[in-house]
């Protein structure tokens, strides 16, 4: 992509309404912009970040074994006051008529319709276990929107849903997702913890928060700092082996939103200089809430003897959008994002620090055309900008390899090399810049 021809609009000054860094960043970096209170257009470097994060959830649902589909946004009224959740769901949601005055409802979850499509089809446990998920927009009317797309009203989520026959089959896809989440954030580059959490008002008895530590989050997060050391599970974790051993080595360990916080045991099993009392950003949340609402919903299936049993469900969100704040508040420094590689929204920026000069000119477009030929993310700063400008917007949008193309340089035959992340920088031939830039990582 060339800068040129791209829609980046930088802001200069820090807007003002912008209270934590990632919404800073964001709005500076332009990534996104507010349409209205909590909903947010998405502008194309965003756009871009928002899919490199759904992409990793995805690839890690799937491996898991959870099978995606896409429901609407929009809801009938009338399917959830099968479950009893209609009314009492409060003014969070959104409520909508349409032209006959029927009564709809933009989707703040979707618990509902995912039960009333499995009990359409699935009618025996031949069919189970099955986990069904989508990455939808979500409606929820909060009250105090804030924070940029951290608590947004409109705002990407990935749910899913898992069907089993009893108990020990729901516990079996509740582990599933645990190690699905474990994997999802860490390729992200993010820490995600996760901690026992009350289960709200979706029911059940058993739930984790995925938590990314940060003084700007909204929970407050009791945990044993051993935690952070824990191994996250290799891509080639067997989900339908045991996956017992990981969730107890993970929950052995001390970690508690303080809904639930237990300050007895805390002190008694965590020594003192390993307690953490802090707070965090709820990047997902695992829930198995039994026969809720197979129940009040009817959704049975003929279990091996014939008779006929509502099934155990769990559900599985993740804040998609939400996501892109959280890394930024894990990821930035004072000249702007630092972008884990694997969700930059450009692998590597291009810097012609003399535009319209001739050399510096034609080793940019060489360059570019040969690491864009290999497959690689590159953004081609060949603006008329001075240097410093664009060495100060490579820095805030946070491209994790920059590249510095400039006149003093290419006497010599080389360029520079900065890496964001650690700030190191290294004089090499563009043979070589192309060489390290698409070597596997
Ligand atoms: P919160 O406690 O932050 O309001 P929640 O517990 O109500 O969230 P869930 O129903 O668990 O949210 O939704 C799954 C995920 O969706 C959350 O873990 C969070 O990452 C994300 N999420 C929830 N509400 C919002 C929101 N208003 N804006 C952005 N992301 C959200
Ligand atoms: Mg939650």
């Avoid at 939808?136 to 797309?149: C, I, L, M, T, Y």
């Avoid at 017992?244 to 360990?253: A, H, L, R």
């Avoid at 969700?343 to 570019?368: H, M, W």
Wanted: glycine share 10%.
């Amino acid at each position: 992509m060339r800068l040129s021809r791209f829609l980046l609009p930088i802001l200069k000054e820090n807007p003002k309404e912008a209270e934590i860094v990632s919404h800073r960043l964001m709005l500076r970096a332009g990534m996104m912009r507010q349409e209205a209170a909590g909903i947010y257009a998405w502008l194309p470097l965003g756009f871009r970040v928002l899919k490199k994060i759904e992409q990793i959830v995805r690839e890690e649902q799937d491996r898991a074994g959870a099978i995606e589909l896409l429901m609407p946004t929009l809801q009938l009224a009338d399917l959830w006051r099968e479950s009893g959740r209609y009314d009492a769901y409060g003014p969070e949601m959104l409520r909508i008529a349409d032209r006959h005055k029927r009564e709809l409802l933009y989707g703040p979850t979707n618990e509902e319709m995912i039960t009333e499509i499995f009990r359409s089809y699935v009618k025996s446990y031949k069919g189970l276990p099955l986990n069904l998920y989508h990455i939808q927009w979500k409606f929820r009317d909060e009250q105090r929107p804030r924070f940029g797309v951290m608590r947004g009203r409109e705002f990407l989520m990935k749910d899913a849903y898992s069907f089993d026959l009893d108990e020990a089959g729901a516990r079996r896809s509740y582990n599933k997702m645990f190690v699905a989440y474990l994997r999802t954030f860490a390729r992200m580059g993010l820490k995600a913890i996760p901690m026992r959490a009350e289960t709200g008002p979706i029911g059940g008895d058993l739930s984790h928060e995925f938590i990314v530590l940060a003084e700007t989050g909204e929970s407050g997060v009791f945990c044993d700092r051993e935690v952070l050391n824990l191994p996250v599970p290799g891509a080639d974790t067997d989900y339908d082996g045991d996956l017992t051993p990981i969730i107890k080595q993970w929950t052995s360990v001390y970690a508690a939103t303080e809904d639930v916080h237990d300050a007895a045991r805390f002190e008694r099993e965590v020594p003192e200089d390993r307690r953490v009392n802090t707070r965090g950003i709820e990047v997902g949340q695992i829930f198995y809430f039994g026969t809720k609402y197979s129940d009040s919903m009817k959704a049975l299936v003929a279990g091996p003897d014939g008779v006929e049993v509502p099934i155990h469900g769990g559900s599985y969100g993740v804040g998609v959008s939400r996501l892109v704040g959280a890394i930024i508040e894990a990821c930035h420094d004072d000249a702007g994002i630092k972008w884990p590689e694997a969700v930059a929204p450009f692998r590597v920026a291009i810097l012609n620090l003399k535009q319209g000069a001739s050399e510096t000119d034609a080793a940019c477009e060489q360059l570019y055309r040969e690491l864009t030929a290999k497959g690689a993310d590159v953004l081609y700063d060949d603006t008329d900008q001075r240097p410093g400008g664009k060495f100060a917007t490579a820095d805030l949008i946070g491209i994790p390899w920059q590249v510095m193309i400039g006149p003093r340089g290419l006497a010599e035959g080389k360029v520079e090399l900065k890496q964001r992340g650690d700030g190191s920088r290294e004089m090499l031939s563009l043979a070589d810049v192309v060489v390290r830039l698409t070597a596997p990582h």
